[in-house]
């Protein structure tokens, strides 16, 4: 059974950080490129963060460039996003996701910034 566990949301402040952690299990790990996408009520599903199988090539979302880094551990089977200068804008339920897997999905980890 395939199954993607995400977490380490939760509630900041703006200016504050947090780190998403995203565990794979039910398929090879290593042999897929990984992705984040957020999604906020109402709005579509949007890419964040995208990086390669070995982790030598990322790309950003303009809206998170300089803010987030996507990075991964395939000995641990684990995607990561760094998420630093957090803003209420990116309040969304954050979901890993592997290239060419487009009906793979976890449950999401929800990322809430407010004063």
């Known amino acids: 059974q395939v199954q993607l566990v995400e977490s380490g949301g939760g509630l900041v402040q703006p200016g504050g950080s947090l780190r998403l952690s995203c565990v794979a299990s039910g398929f090879t790990f290593r042999y897929y490129a990984w992705s984040w996408y957020r999604q906020a009520p109402g709005k579509e599903r949007e890419l964040v963060a995208a990086i390669t199988t070995a982790g030598g090539i990322t790309n950003y979302a303009d809206s998170v460039k300089g803010r987030f880094t996507i990075s991964r551990d395939n000995a641990k089977n684990t995607l990561y996003l760094q998420m630093n200068s957090l803003k209420p804008e990116d309040t969304a339920v954050y979901y890993c996701?592997?290239?060419?897997?487009?009906?793979?999905w976890g449950q999401g980890t929800q990322v809430t910034v407010s004063s």
């Open positions: 996701n592997a290239r060419g897997r487009p009906d793979t």
